[in-house]
């Protein structure tokens, strides 16, 4: 499976997850699926947020580098919907690739996220088979996109 | 009269020439013969007297031959060659003739010429003497001489000379002249007399009228045939008597002696005329009209010597005259007395004759008219004129009668209207030539006829109820009213009593008995109920009164009665109306008051009033709301006196009123403006909605309160069923970790040094125990998924937005089935979808609920026997009710009514399912305004029925 990674090894991507074992299970499979990317996780809306627009204590993101961001939208202080929100909103920030990976599979949040811009919605099945599934597809789909630099040249 | 005098026809007998007259001629022939006898008697005696006077003798018989001169030629041949001196009395007779012949011939000439004019006697004698005697000189003794000298053999010139220059015979010549002139003046004239008395004679015998003549001395003198039969005397025995005697004349009016024409001539020497009206009484005593007239008979001197008489019968024409001047008269009366006009109008030329009272009745005198066609039109009304013109047109265009209604103007403006009637008159060709008839003024039949056409047509029309009866009740006349009401024709009616209009059954008044007292009184007056023709009670105010004439005598009876049922109903609606509203005024559970609008005096409260407010009526009558403080906000009170005042009444409206202890109700408040002695009043309803808002209030907040509870839930249905899928996830994702780690420790093992030893002890936790754990961990992890994803989706389908529009549902049914497919494949079943009525829903709901059936059917088919579904449906009441039935497994009847409970599922292990399917299609159906139902027998097959709301539109479509 390793060969099949293609993603540029300098996209790192952001985990935006509440909850440590789904955190765990994307890392797992992403990994499995052959995706070895940096990854950070961030456990609210709020961490990710400081991180984007380097604030507060924790990591910042770097100029120039691209990212890739996974959020959940139930988070604790800030949902991914905010998050989703203020991303799009900001001129720069809204080249980042959001992938929404939810527990829900309610259509009018779906919906919702597609407005607001992101640029895929994965829902978390119970299945564990089914989650490694959408996972290795989202690994799949990391794998061919061509991800953006913020603030700077747009990667290959 | 004069064309009988002097008709051709008539005297042309009479004036036939005669050849030989002998009173005439004879003379002339005997005077010649004796002359020539006499000569014949003088040349044997030579130189006697006699010889000279035979020469006279010719003169005459000259004449006599020239008038007759084949007689006289006859005469003289015969003289000539019979006498014994034959040669000396043809010389005689050739000397004779010698100065006759041209005599003659110059004198008929000049008479003819010159002296026609000339006084007769004297100048065609005197002419006739002086070419005698010339001639006498010029040929006769010349010619004597001239034949003697041959005779006797001398010398023919010298004989001839002597006899010019001699003139032997000159005394000779004088007295033939002189005799012969005479001669011929008396031949003339009796000859001229004779003639003329013999033509006159004729006349007379011939003439159509009677002829007398009398003489200066007023006798007979002559009477021609006509004037014999008239008076009844023949000539002879008329004759010489006084004319009196044999023309007896009187007036033929009065009787009375007229004077005699003719005496009256001999009077006065003048022509007279008769006077007019004579009778002629002839002989025999009868009577006769006559026209007569008398002139003079003057002789040649102008001397009165008689006078003639000339008359005729003219009974008949007197009588026809009479009778045609009495026609005319009765006919002038007639026209006078209808005041009728007669006119005639020629075609051709346009003239117009008026005759009768046509010009009276253009108000002109018969002078004034102009006579033509263009007047008449110039007097009629303009626009008449040319409804005139047609008529005539068509008169004489197609020869009907022309009959025409128009108006004129007359000089003085006033405007009459005329009728005339007329007839085309033709000539022999057919043509119309002339038009003529009569004109009559009917200005007054006109105004009565229209004037009685209204009369007519108003008593007709009349809505009150008219009957006239003779005074013993018999009826002479029902109007339409009358007909109307009992719904039959007049003629049923009129002629009856009228008692067929029935007797009041309620007061006991008789016909017979209203007719007897209007007949007694002259006049009755009541109500009467009789019955109309639909059977219904009609009350009527009624009048009959004694019709009398000019003279106070009672002619007939009428009955005039106005239908007064509807008043009388009103009257009694009123009544009751009153005292509806009155009770309900009383007894109304809202408060009334009638408040003046100016200062609010109460005048009226009911008895909720008194309830509500805690005031006594009493205390309320005697004060005003503005001094009670009944309103709490006075500005309320104003604005709502302005708003009646103006005509718009104040509906439903709240305010607030202080009660008398204090406490604030609220009103329901409605108010209209009533005037009372023209004083504006406000009549006011007040419904106490205190309580009522009080609760209001309370339900408003319960329900807000149940709102924010029910959204709350909502959120925590959808917060429990997402943040209660999250460990789950993990639950199941990491115990899937563990199998694997499991499966790689169990592989581990297999390749470890010892592994005989350990597997055997650990083989029960690695194989049995540890898997079978894990197994229940993800069994009810994913078990528990199923119950949030129904729990999610319960909670979602209340939220949903509902689109309610028309749906076909053969489309949507058909997608339905087609989306499942597969595992109507997979199942074996047959689907048999009928053709179904269209309904009114939304339509992704709709299908979530079709699906849920269908679903259902395909998953309880029963394994033994292949599945069936058939889908249907029909229109009942406003609705669409659909089926779907199958031939599974069923459900027993104790179970029917939970199948639609929350989580109820028939075998929980059997099928999967979160159970909430048949929850959810109940909720929807709902919301949709529908419902649903089931029947079924286990074993059998189950029929789910969902009604929902009938789209009539789409089907129409």
Known sequence: ?156 | MNDRLTSPEQLAPNSRPRWWRPDDVSLFVVLGTLGAAASYLSVNIPHTEVFVEGRWVFGFLGFALFRHWRSALLLACLLCVTGPHKVPLGIVFLGNMSYTVPAMIVLRLVHNRFLVRLPYWSAYGAAWFVLVLVCYQAFHTPLIMTIMALLRDQPVWPMMVSGWVEQPFFIESVLVGLLSAAGLVAFRSHDALKRSLGQMDATLQSIGDGVIVTDAAGRVSRLNPVAEALTGWSFSEAVGRPLADVFRIVNAKTGEAVDNPAQRVLAGGVTVGLANHTSLIARDGSRRQIADSAAPIRDAAGRLIGAVMVFRDVTEAYQSAEALAENQRQLDLALQAAAMGVWDWEIDTGRVKWAGQQAELFGISGDEFGGTMDDVQARVHPDDRDRGMEAIQETITQGNDFDNVYRIIRPDGAIRWMHSYGRPIRDESGRPVRIAGTTRDITERKRADDQLRLQSLTLKQIEDLVTVTDLDGDITYVNEAVCRMLGKEPEELIGRHVSVFGDNPDTGARQEDIVGQAREHGVWRGEVTNYGADGRPVVLDSRVFLVKDESGRPIAMCGVSTDVTHRKQAEKALRRSEEKFSLAFRTSPYVITITRAKDGRIVDVNQAFTTVSGYTREEALADSSVNLRLWYDENDRDQLIRDVLAGRPAVGREYWFRKKSGEIMIGLFSAHVIYLDDEPHVLSSINDITDRKRAEQELGQLNAQLAAKNAELEQVVYVASHDLRSPLVNIDGYARELEQSIADLGRTLAGAPNADQIRPRVAPYLDEDIPEALRFIRTSAYKMDTLLTGLLRLSRSGRAALSIEPLDMNTLMERVVDAMEFQIKESGAEVILEDLPACRGDAMQVNQVFSNLLNNAVKYLDPDRPGRIRIGGRREEGRAVYLIEDNGIGVEPAYLDKIFEIFHRLEPTANQGEGLGLTIVKRVVERLDGSVWAESEPGRGSRFYVALPAAGRLERQ
């Open chain 1, 1 to 156: 499976m390793k060969g099949e990674s293609h993603m540029h090894k300098d996209v790192v991507i952001l985990v935006a997850e509440d909850d440590e074992g789904h955190a765990g299970l994307i890392k797992r499979n992403l990994a499995r699926a052959g995706i070895v990317n940096h990854l950070m996780v961030f456990k609210d809306g709020q961490d990710i947020l400081d991180f984007l627009y380097r604030r507060g204590d924790g990591p910042h993101r770097q100029s120039g580098a691209a990212y890739v961001l996974l959020l959940d939208i139930r988070m604790p202080k800030v949902d991914g919907l905010e998050v989703l929100e203020r991303v799009k909103e900001d001129p720069e920030l809204c080249k980042l690739p959001v992938i929404m990976i939810t527990t829900t599979d309610d259509p009018r949040e779906v919906e919702r996220c597609h407005a607001l811009g992101c640029s895929n919605y994965i829902a978390k099945p119970i299945d564990y088979d089914n989650f490694v599934h959408a996972i290795r597809h989202l690994g799949l789909f990391l794998n061919v996109v061509q991800v953006p630099k913020i603030n700077g040249e747009q990667t290959q």
